[in-house]
């Protein structure tokens, strides 16, 4: 029955009004899929979003990997670990204790909380800057977004952070008196107007690539080094700061308007940093580009284009020659200074190395310096991964009170921090930021390493860069992924399961290094050079790896097994292991960068990509070291290496695949941005014409376009035989094409769907789940559909795609939602998710809620799937490991607090069916009702046939009770006389129940 009813003509106001309650429970929120894309992956379409992804996770999350879809660095990044790139000058807050470090490739500033005595804490940042997270690399110029952080200055007055962001032509200046918050925004920005404009400027306000930044308190003076501009820009900031404002004085130049290069006294070329003297009132020009450090003593007051005092690295004003010696500098980039016992350190960029100059004695023009850091003494310069080594060397901070150096270094990603105390030349660092060595996932601050230089902390185990060529190969029948990790010079294997699916995300053997943490280059029988593809023959199980910077192919011989840097059996192109001279020759190569293995015709096919031709050589009578090719393509004869754009030529190819089937040889022809195919029906012969071209209406055009038919630099290159279906990598359009040829093939057609991209016209990078970057490596798995991609734009990653060519409808399935129990805003709720799988999957479940909602708890057993397991949660995700799952999955049991304020929020998912879940969050869920109703409410009230509940049916019969006051001489009698209960029946169509109150007449 109705809780209660209301009758027309029988009403009356209830005293204080009648409150009912309706819990809302059990709300299901439909799945929306992502944007552009199908959540039914298992039919391909324009746009479409990786299933997942190989070298991006949250190092946030220490039991799994999470896969990342918003970064795509190299060596996992960025990250909190690690740092990439360049930074002209540091900063130190030893008031606040506060080191600053940008990070420049990451387009951040790393903030690291110190002691009070300013020594480091441990060895991660606790902030960042210019970015939300330690895991994003957004590159939008906005109030709290940096295109590129290069250096940084801090005023300890008024606490207060200068950064120099260079790609966006300014100065992001931030107000840390309130404290730091991750991503937060700036308060001013000079160079520009505002915080979104980035063009470079010769102006009195503008900046040209602003690098190093210098901070004088005492006269509230901000020295920019304004690098392409050739001066420095000095602004007086005693009378506050706005957006945009003017400098007071400029140095190296005339005027605001010209930016000349010149060897002179007052001239400069490529200003790079600055470094301040307080205490002597002098400031320190790195002029790198004249390979010298110019000197100006501003005692006697500062003047537009004011001759320097003195000059480092040149023994006068009018040379610039650079020198690697005791008095020579070869493009110094930056400088810190040691107040207190005079010393001036100099970052000796292409010398690797740090000179000391001793001041105490005071300066002379071309003096020499009095210590070496990097190297053992003033005449070499070699670059060196060592706990003493440098390479390339740009910026630093001191610490005065320590007597530590903190010294950045662009070539091994890292500060390297000496004790100068009693400093020698060459001597050790003490400590290292930036490089940790650990052979399980996350890696541990504590372990640090001294002989590692990749970005971000690389390389390493579960990290890839993978440069500008990365290509790959798959064995189906052992079971192993070859992905061709070129910027470490080496290629990493991954375990497949049964089904050639991965079993996890981390490598289980490598070559061309000895381990996982080195990257080396070598021209030796087991080292590599930049490797860029490989190719596998499972006949006879051998692997073969282009090394086009030995201008060489490797074939490993795995059918013994694999072992970490295990020496090659066999090369090609070279006549040795330890040769790797390009050659124009039967038997040589140059920079061969793609590689096929023809197992049908037993044939391995080389894009020679700087002899302009294709290399086939037949080892169906087995391989020998430096052995002949059999035919060449692009080229009449072996001997000639001419680039053309004809039916013939070639110009820098990239990548082949050979269809077996319709015998056809594809060959991506880079710079004339198409790509040729060859009937092979007839057989091979050298030189021979191709039958068609795709990307261009002809064989004489090579313009590249952004159009359904045409291409901008294509690549990677691979065939799927059962649907006939062509993939192509298009590198400068950032999208994959795909091509159906089972209708034939065509001159100039277009191709049949795209991928990274939205439309056949857009090719903007992206660093997304659906979007891509410099698309380069293609591989496809035909069993399970799968296509991996590598990309140059996002180096640190190989995305998964389903490209299965089934029928079926993209649009959202019914069966796919989420079930929350709450929805008013501050609320705990229960969530759950259900979803179908079109794919066997073996991986993790990552659930990921926007900020505002806090989980408190992960799923439960008892309420998921049996498929699924090892259930973990932090604050904004929910975590299971999916094993052998397929089908109808759920994901319960979870327990969220929504977020305070309402609104509609976003709860996006990793699956093979990614999306996301669309909740409203209220201001209240609960109903509150007040209105007239009848007279009297009819309970069902009665004996209890037992004493223990009101449980079973009422033995008496049903009275009716005014409103008011219950009294006990309406219920006839209880079930017995020794308890003194009322039992009482009401029904309601409320999901969340009804609930009775009986107050005793004797409690007032």
Same mark, same amino acid.
């Given at each position: 029955m109705?809780?209660?009813?209301l009758?027309?003509?029988?009403k009356?106001k209830?005293?204080?009004?009648l409150a009912?309650?309706?819990l809302?429970?059990?709300?299901?929120?439909a799945?929306?899929?992502?944007?552009?894309?199908p959540?039914?992956? %298992?039919?391909?379409?324009?746009?479409m979003?990786?299933?997942d992804?190989?070298?991006q996770?949250?190092?946030?999350?220490a039991?799994?990997?999470?896969?990342v =879809?918003?970064?795509g660095? %190299?060596?996992?990044?960025?990250?909190s670990?690690g740092?990439?790139g360049?930074?002209?000058?540091?900063?130190m807050?030893?008031v606040r204790?506060r080191? $600053?470090?940008?990070?420049s490739?990451?387009?951040?500033v790393?903030?690291y909380n110190?002691?009070?005595d300013?020594?480091?804490?441990?060895?991660?940042?606790?902030f960042?800057l210019?970015?939300?997270?330690?895991?994003?690399?957004?590159?939008?110029?906005?109030?709290s977004?940096?295109?590129s952080?290069s250096? *940084?200055?801090?005023?300890?007055?008024?606490?207060?952070?200068?950064?120099?962001d260079?790609?966006?032509n300014r100065?992001?200046?931030?107000?840390?008196?309130?404290?730091?918050?991750?991503?937060?925004s700036?308060?001013?920005?000079?160079?520009q107007?505002n915080f979104?404009?980035?063009a470079?400027?010769t102006?009195?306000?503008?900046?040209?690539?602003p690098?190093g930044?210098?901070y004088d308190?005492v006269?509230?003076?901000?020295?920019?080094?304004d690098?392409?501009n050739r001066?420095?820009l000095?602004?007086?900031?005693?009378s506050g700061i706005t957006?945009?404002?003017?400098a007071?004085?400029?140095?190296?130049?005339?005027?605001f308007?010209v930016?000349?290069?010149?060897?002179?006294?007052?001239?400069?070329?490529?200003v790079?940093?600055v470094?301040?003297?307080?205490v002597n009132q002098?400031? =320190?020009?790195?002029?790198?580009?004249n390979?010298?450090v110019?000197?100006?003593e501003? /005692?006697?007051?500062l003047?537009?284009?004011m001759?320097?005092?003195?000059?480092?690295g040149q023994?006068?004003?009018t040379?610039?020659?650079?020198?690697? +010696?005791?008095?020579?500098l070869r493009?110094p980039?930056? /400088?810190?200074?040691?107040t207190?016992?005079?010393r001036l350190f100099v970052a000796?960029?292409?010398?690797?190395?740090?000179v000391?100059?001793?001041l105490s004695?005071g300066i002379t023009?071309?003096m020499?310096?009095s210590?070496?850091?990097?190297q053992?003494?003033? *005449?070499?310069?070699t670059?060196?991964?060592?706990?003493?080594?440098?390479s390339?060397?740009?910026?630093a901070?001191?610490d005065a009170a320590?007597?530590?150096?903190y010294a950045?270094?662009t070539g091994?990603?890292?500060?390297?921090v000496?004790?100068?105390?009693?400093?020698?030349d060459?001597?050790?660092?003490v400590?290292?930021?930036?490089?940790?060595?650990?052979?399980t996932?996350?890696?541990?601050?504590?372990?640090?390493?001294?002989t590692?230089?990749?970005?971000?902390s690389g390389p390493s185990p579960?990290?890839?860069?993978?440069?500008?060529t990365?290509?790959?190969?798959?064995?189906?029948?052992g079971?192993r992924?070859?992905?061709?990790d070129?910027?470490?010079?080496?290629?990493?294997v991954?375990d497949?399961?049964s089904s050639?699916?991965?079993?996890?995300?981390?490598?289980?053997?490598v070559?061309g290094q000895?381990?996982?943490?080195?990257?080396? &280059?070598a021209?030796?029988?087991?080292?590599l050079?930049?490797p860029?593809? %490989?190719?596998f023959?499972?006949?006879?199980?051998?692997?073969?790896?282009?090394d086009?910077?030995?201008?060489?192919v490797?074939?490993f011989?795995?059918?013994?097994?694999?072992t970490n840097?295990?020496s090659?059996s066999?090369?090609l192109g070279q006549?040795?292991?330890?040769?790797?001279t390009?050659?124009?020759?039967?038997a040589?190569l140059n920079?061969?960068?793609?590689?096929?293995y023809?197992?049908?015709n037993r044939r391995?096919?080389?894009?020679d990509?700087?002899?302009?031709r294709?290399?086939?050589?037949?080892?169906s &009578?087995?391989?020998?070291?430096?052995?002949?090719?059999?035919?060449?393509?692009?080229q009449a004869? $072996? +001997?000639?290496?001419?680039?053309?754009?004809?039916?013939?030529?070639?110009?820098?190819?990239g990548?082949?695949?050979y269809?077996?089937?319709?015998r056809r040889?594809f060959v991506s @022809?880079?710079f004339?941005?198409?790509?040729?195919?060859?009937?092979l029906?007839?057989?091979?012969?050298?030189?021979m014409?191709a039958s068609y071209?795709?990307?261009q209406?002809?064989?004489?055009?090579?313009a590249?376009?952004?159009t359904q038919?045409?291409?901008?630099t294509?690549w990677?290159?691979?065939?799927?035989a059962?649907?006939?279906r062509l993939?192509?990598?298009?590198?400068?359009?950032?999208?994959?094409?795909?091509?159906?040829?089972?209708?034939?093939?065509?001159?100039?057609m277009?191709?049949?769907?795209?991928i990274?991209?939205?439309?056949?016209?857009s090719s !903007?990078?992206?660093?997304?789940?659906?979007?891509?970057?410099?698309?380069?490596g293609t591989?496809? @798995?035909p069993?399970?559909?799968r296509l991996?991609i590598a990309?140059?734009?996002n180096g640190?990653?190989i995305?998964?795609f @389903? #490209?299965? %060519?089934v029928?079926?409808? !993209?649009?959202s *399935?019914?069966t796919n939602?989420?079930?929350v129990?709450?929805l008013?805003?501050?609320?705990?709720?229960t969530?759950s998710l259900?979803?179908t799988l079109t794919?066997n999957?073996?991986?993790?479940?990552?659930v990921?809620?926007p900020?505002?909602?806090?989980v408190?708890?992960?799923?439960?057993?008892? @309420?998921?799937s049996?498929?699924l397991s090892n259930?973990?949660?932090?604050?904004l995700?929910?975590?299971a490991?999916?094993?052998n799952?397929?089908?109808p999955?759920?994901?319960?049991g979870?327990t969220?607090?929504?977020?305070s304020t309402p609104?509609?929020y976003k709860i996006?998912?990793?699956?093979?069916d990614?999306?996301?879940?669309?909740?409203s969050?209220?201001?209240d869920d609960?109903?509150?009702?007040a209105?007239n109703?009848?007279?009297?409410?009819?309970?069902n #009230?009665?004996?209890?046939? &037992?004493?223990?509940?009101?449980?079973?049916s $009422?033995?008496g019969?049903?009275?009716t009770?005014?409103?008011?006051v219950?009294?006990?001489?309406?219920?006839?009698?209880?079930?017995?006389?020794?308890?003194?209960h009322?039992c009482?029946?009401?029904s *309601?169509?409320?999901t969340?129940?009804?609930? #009775?109150?009986?107050?005793?007449?004797?409690a007032g």
């Amino acid at each position: 029955m109705s809780f209660f009813s209301l009758k027309s003509g029988q009403k009356r106001k209830i005293s204080g009004s009648l409150a009912v309650l309706l819990l809302l429970n059990g709300f299901f929120v439909a799945l929306s899929p992502l944007p552009v894309a199908p959540t039914a992956q %298992a039919i391909i379409a324009n746009s479409m979003p990786a299933i997942d992804v190989v070298g991006q996770y949250d190092t946030a999350i220490a039991d799994r990997f999470v896969p990342v =879809f918003i970064k795509g660095g %190299a060596n996992n990044g960025p990250n909190s670990f690690g740092m990439a790139g360049a930074s002209y000058s540091l900063a130190m807050d030893t008031v606040r204790h506060r080191l $600053f470090v940008p990070d420049s490739n990451n387009r951040r500033v790393l903030v690291y909380n110190l002691q009070n005595d300013n020594t480091l804490v441990d060895r991660l940042p606790d902030f960042v800057l210019g970015q939300t997270g330690f895991e994003t690399s957004a590159s939008s110029a906005s109030q709290s977004i940096l295109m590129s952080a290069s250096g *940084t200055a801090y005023d300890s007055t008024n606490d207060r952070l200068f950064v120099t962001d260079t790609s966006a032509n300014r100065v992001m200046i931030y107000d840390l008196a309130g404290g730091i918050t991750n991503g937060m925004s700036a308060s001013y920005v000079l160079g520009q107007a505002n915080f979104t404009a980035t063009a470079s400027a010769t102006t009195q306000a503008g900046l040209f690539i602003p690098d190093g930044i210098a901070y004088d308190g005492v006269n509230q003076r901000l020295f920019v080094a304004d690098a392409v501009n050739r001066r420095v820009l000095v602004y007086n900031l005693s009378s506050g700061i706005t957006n945009g404002m003017n400098a007071a004085n400029v140095l190296g130049q005339t005027s605001f308007t010209v930016r000349v290069a010149a060897a002179t006294q007052t001239g400069m070329s490529s200003v790079f940093g600055v470094a301040y003297d307080g205490v002597n009132q002098r400031l =320190f020009a790195i002029d790198g580009g004249n390979n010298r450090v110019k000197v100006y003593e501003l /005692a006697g007051g500062l003047t537009d284009n004011m001759n320097a005092s003195y000059v480092l690295g040149q023994a006068n004003f009018t040379s610039n020659a650079a020198a690697t +010696t005791q008095a020579g500098l070869r493009l110094p980039l930056g /400088a810190a200074i040691d107040t207190s016992g005079q010393r001036l350190f100099v970052a000796d960029f292409s010398n690797n190395r740090t000179v000391v100059f001793n001041l105490s004695g005071g300066i002379t023009n071309g003096m020499s310096a009095s210590n070496v850091l990097g190297q053992a003494n003033f *005449t070499t310069s070699t670059a060196a991964t060592t706990q003493g080594g440098q390479s390339l060397p740009t910026g630093a901070i001191y610490d005065a009170a320590n007597q530590l150096l903190y010294a950045k270094e662009t070539g091994n990603n890292r500060i390297l921090v000496f004790d100068t105390a009693a400093i020698s030349d060459g001597e050790n660092a003490v400590n290292v930021i930036g490089q940790f060595q650990n052979p399980t996932w996350p890696p541990n601050p504590m372990s640090i390493s001294f002989t590692q230089g990749g970005a971000n902390s690389g390389p390493s185990p579960w990290g890839i860069s993978t440069g500008t060529t990365p290509g790959m190969a798959m064995d189906t029948v052992g079971h192993r992924l070859f992905i061709s990790d070129s910027a470490n010079n080496r290629v990493l294997v991954f375990d497949l399961n049964s089904s050639n699916i991965l079993v996890d995300k981390t490598p289980d053997y490598v070559l061309g290094q000895p381990d996982f943490f080195s990257s080396t &280059a070598a021209t030796t029988q087991s080292g590599l050079w930049g490797p860029s593809d %490989a190719a596998f023959d499972a006949a006879s199980r051998r692997l073969f790896v282009s090394d086009p910077l030995n201008s060489r192919v490797m074939a490993f011989d795995l059918a013994g097994g694999i072992t970490n840097g295990m020496s090659a059996s066999y090369v090609l192109g070279q006549v040795n292991f330890t040769s790797g001279t390009g050659a124009a020759t039967q038997a040589g190569l140059n920079s061969p960068y793609g590689i096929y293995y023809d197992n049908s015709n037993r044939r391995l096919i080389a894009s020679d990509y700087s002899n302009n031709r294709v290399m086939v050589f037949d080892l169906s &009578a087995g391989i020998a070291t430096g052995m002949n090719a059999s035919f060449v393509l692009g080229q009449a004869n $072996f +001997t000639s290496s001419s680039s053309a754009v004809t039916q013939t030529g070639l110009n820098h190819p990239g990548n082949t695949v050979y269809d077996d089937v319709n015998r056809r040889l594809f060959v991506s @022809d880079v710079f004339n941005n198409r790509l040729m195919v060859y009937d092979l029906t007839g057989g091979l012969s050298n030189g021979m014409a191709a039958s068609y071209v795709l990307g261009q209406a002809n064989f004489t055009s090579s313009a590249g376009v952004v159009t359904q038919a045409g291409l901008n630099t294509p690549w990677g290159v691979d065939y799927d035989a059962a649907s006939q279906r062509l993939f192509l990598a298009d590198a400068l359009n950032n999208r994959h094409l795909v091509y159906s040829l089972s209708g034939g093939i065509s001159n100039g057609m277009n191709a049949s769907m795209v991928i990274g991209q939205s439309n056949f016209t857009s090719s !903007t990078s992206a660093t997304t789940q659906s979007g891509t970057g410099g698309n380069i490596g293609t591989l496809l @798995d035909p069993v399970n559909q799968r296509l991996y991609i590598a990309e140059t734009n996002n180096g640190g990653r190989i995305m998964i795609f @389903d #490209v299965s %060519a089934v029928t079926g409808t !993209t649009s959202s *399935t019914l069966t796919n939602k989420a079930t929350v129990s709450r929805l008013a805003a501050g609320a705990s709720s229960t969530f759950s998710l259900s979803f179908t799988l079109t794919h066997n999957l073996s991986s993790v479940l990552t659930v990921t809620f926007p900020a505002g909602f806090t989980v408190t708890s992960a799923a439960a057993t008892a @309420d998921s799937s049996s498929c699924l397991s090892n259930f973990t949660y932090d604050s904004l995700h929910l975590y299971a490991q999916k094993t052998n799952c397929a089908g109808p999955i759920t994901l319960g049991g979870a327990t969220v607090t929504n977020p305070s304020t309402p609104g509609s929020y976003k709860i996006f998912y990793v699956n093979d069916d990614p999306g996301f879940i669309s909740i409203s969050v209220t201001a209240d869920d609960q109903i509150t009702v007040a209105a007239n109703v009848d007279p009297s409410l009819t309970f069902n #009230v009665g004996t209890q046939a &037992a004493a223990s509940a009101c449980s079973g049916s $009422f033995a008496g019969n049903g009275g009716t009770m005014a409103l008011g006051v219950l009294s006990p001489s309406a219920v006839t009698s209880s079930d017995a006389a020794t308890v003194d209960h009322l039992c009482t029946r009401v029904s *309601t169509n409320a999901t969340g129940g009804a609930t #009775v109150t009986v107050k005793s007449l004797n409690a007032g």
